[in-house]
């Protein structure tokens, strides 16, 4: 599950980690209300208004504005919200914003420079350890850092039995050449972060700038965060910070009926039992001249009903000009199946304009087979692979 930057920094806020301060706000006058707060809690009579959506980038896109009183908060607030902000991580067409956080100016003059770091924290699936990632080159796209300057970017891998020690604190400090009182409080800003990291079950903490401002503090300008799903249940109150507005629409009726569904770009519906033959069935799309529209697997008991709610989330999508069912039957018989698709068929009326490609394979599949054939439907059906291949590209040409 992703999360928003001001979601992202209350969770880093509640494990100790010191944050760029801010308050969320749904339009303009929440957000003068909250530049007040601002000023109250932290003195700062600057402000920056950032977009809040589902992706990195904003300052480039014209997201992250800086106002110098409250009438530019106002007025900044009003341009942003309602706004539709493109960056290079958003869809081509952008995605729409209906907040911003008001946050308080931590690039304020003083005694020193600031300086701005890349700090991330996630798991290497490879070594089986979790891993700080950490740059001198904050602010900044850090693929592009990676390619161009490999060498200022360090990693610090964490053994799981006894977690970040101390040691390895002070050499992030180290390598990004602080000293004095911002060596001190990047000690324990990695060693928060880090514990944030575990406890709040995440797979990625990416705080992109960290800064050192100028008078030697660290902190969190941005935050990335993105939460292991699979240990929800273990963290309620983080559940509530789902923002299904920024989620794609089919997914989140997916989910909630139950279906295993990622939308796609393509051009043809597919219905699967089984991650993996569903992977194989979107390569026999692309080989037949197709393109997949989703990823869906409806999982051991494919009858009637979830093979009715399967065709109509698939035909939410206007792209797609034809519908593959690909079910292998082993401990869920193919007649049954069929029997499913049929009914559903039936149930659905004149919903389904496009045509269908059904191949049953397995227990009872020539059953299966004569069922659909003769249901009088206009579905066409196979129980070779490579026949329906064949199939598909003959509804497609
Ligand atoms: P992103 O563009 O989506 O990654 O959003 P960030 O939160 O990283 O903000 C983008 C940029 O805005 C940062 O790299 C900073 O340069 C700038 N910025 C963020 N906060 C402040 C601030 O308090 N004052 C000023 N002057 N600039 C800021
Ligand atoms: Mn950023």
């Known amino acids: 599950m992703n999360l928003h930057e001001y979601q992202g920094k209350e969770i880093l806020a509640g494990f100790g980690v010191r944050v760029q301060r801010g308050i969320v706000a749904n339009n303009a006058q929440e957000a003068v209300d909250a530049a007040k707060q601002m000023t109250a809690e932290t003195g700062t009579s600057w402000y920056v208004i950032k977009a809040q959506i589902h992706a990195g980038g904003r ?7 800086l106002a110098k009183n409250l009438k530019e908060v106002e007025t900044i607030a009003e341009q942003i919200i309602g706004m539709n902000l493109i960056t290079p991580q958003t869809p081509p067409h952008g995605k729409k914003v209906h907040k911003v956080l008001i946050a308080e100016d931590v690039y304020y003059p003083g005694e020193s420079e600031t300086s701005e770091f890349y700090m991330s924290v996630l798991l290497n699936r490879a070594k089986g350890r979790n891993m700080i990632m950490y740059s001198t080159e ?8 990676a390619e161009k300057t490999p060498h200022l970017i360090f990693t610090e891998e964490i053994d799981p ?10 050499r992030v400090a180290f390598n990004l050449g602080l000293d004095g009182n911002a060596f001190k409080e990047m000690i324990k800003f990695v060693t928060s972060l880090y514990k944030a990291y575990v406890n709040a079950d995440a797979s990625l903490f990416e705080i992109n700038p960290v800064l050192k401002t100028s008078d030697d503090k660290i902190l969190a300008v941005d935050a990335k ?14 559940v509530d910070m789902r923002d299904l507005l920024e989620e ?31 992977m194989a069935t979107m390569d026999l799309i692309k080989q037949a001249g197709g393109e997949p529209a989703n990823f869906l ?11 009715e709610a399967a065709f109509r989330l698939i035909l939410k999508d206007p792209n797609v000009k034809a519908i593959l069912v690909n079910i292998f039957g082993g401990i869920v018989r193919c007649d ?4 499913g698709i049929v009914d559903a068929y039936k149930n659905m009326g004149d919903a389904i304009k496009i045509p269908i490609i059904v191949r049953l394979q397995g227990t009872n599949a020539d059953i299966a087979k004569e069922l659909i054939d003769n249901s009088g439907l206009a579905v066409h059906s196979a129980i070779q692979f490579q026949e ?8 497609l040409a």
């Open 59 to 65: 300052g480039k896109g014209g997201g992250v504005k």
């Open 161 to 170: 039995t006894v977690g970040l020690l101390p040691f390895q604190a002070r």
């Open 336 to 339: 049954r199946v069929a029997q």
């Open 225 to 238: 965060v993105v939460l292991d799903d699979n240990a929800l249940y273990r963290h309620r109150d983080y």
């Open 297 to 307: 697997d409806v999982g051991g008991t494919a009858d009637a009903k979830r093979v």
């Open 248 to 278: 794609n629409p089919i997914e989140v009726e997916a989910k909630a009926v139950g279906l295993n569904y990622v939308d796609l770009d393509g051009n043809v519906g597919c219905m699967v039992n089984g991650a993996g033959l569903a």
């Open 138 to 145: 904050g602010g900044m796209d850090i693929e592009a850092v």
């Open 388 to 395: 329906a291949a064949d199939k598909v590209q003959a509804v």
